[in-house]
């Protein structure tokens, strides 16, 4: 099984890296980024070898950016099921962690990584199954939704363009698709999202539309053992006087 990688030159001094694979069977004792209790729940082959085959790709794609040792790393996911990052529970230890977005569709897996400070989504469809009209009215609205109707606008453009912000937002379905306009020609746009700025690039590829979106992550996502260990960290070199206690630092004990 072969992945081929892609760092894409972004114009803001910062990396990201697209890696792409064909969907195979794999083995899933020979992972490390993998929930068993997810497994489970898959119903058809299909479904288990699409998962495996993206986290085999997320696994080469983090040794491709410098991270040789993933032992130490799972994969987590917000309220809203986006995935990130985090070392494992109670190791107590702080890594310079890349944003990613997942991405498999008829036969390809996709993953993206973006440097820390960045949110990144990613989407993938192929080329020859573009959207019917029949979901034009979910996708869009007012002058957009004219404009796909009247041919003007690429539907599988605007799809894969959609998808791929609201998962940068890291908000999936949850972010109304017709609250995002894309622009006409779109491939390389940037769009104000709420008081978020995303650039939306198209990457190319053979068989699939993929598109990209990324911005700077406004609200990063913090895991309590990261939270305490930045709050430590502020506090120790704010040059006040600092304890550990429960509610009060302890007095000549």
Not at 120 to 147: C, H, Q, W, Y
Request: net charge negative; with cysteine.
């Amino acid at each position: 099984m072969k992945a081929e990688f892609d760092f894409i030159e972004t114009g803001h001094n910062i990396r990201l890296l697209v890696a792409t694979c064909r969907i195979r069977p794999i083995d899933p004792t020979t992972l490390t980024l993998i929930d068993w209790d997810e497994i489970r729940t898959f119903k058809t082959d299909k479904r288990k070898d699409e998962h495996f085959s993206a986290r085999w790709l997320l696994e080469q794609a983090l040794v491709e950016w410098g991270l040789n040792d993933i032992s130490a790393l799972m994969i987590s996911r917000t309220e809203e099921r986006a995935p990130y990052l985090k070392v494992i529970h109670g190791m107590w230890i702080q890594w310079v962690l890349p944003s990613i977005s997942i991405s498999h569709s008829d036969g390809l897996a996709c993953v993206a990584l973006i440097d820390e400070g960045w949110t990144i989504g990613l989407d993938a469809e192929p080329l020859n199954r573009p959207p019917k009209p029949a979901v034009f009215d979910m996708m869009a609205k007012g002058e957009e939704l004219t404009r796909l109707k009247d041919g003007i606008l690429d539907p599988l453009l605007a799809w894969t363009g959609k998808e791929a912000i609201q998962k940068a937002l890291r908000m999936g379905m949850h972010f109304n698709p017709r609250e995002i306009e894309i622009p006409i020609g779109g491939l390389d746009s940037r769009i104000a999202i709420g008081n978020s700025k995303i650039q939306l690039k198209n990457y190319s590829h053979t068989t699939h539309k993929v598109m990209l979106a990324y911005g700077e992550d406004i609200a990063p996502i913090r895991s309590p053992e990261e939270a305490l260990l930045e709050a430590t960290r502020k506090a120790m070199g704010s040059g006040e006087s600092w304890g550990v206690g429960c509610s009060t630092t302890r007095n000549n004990s």
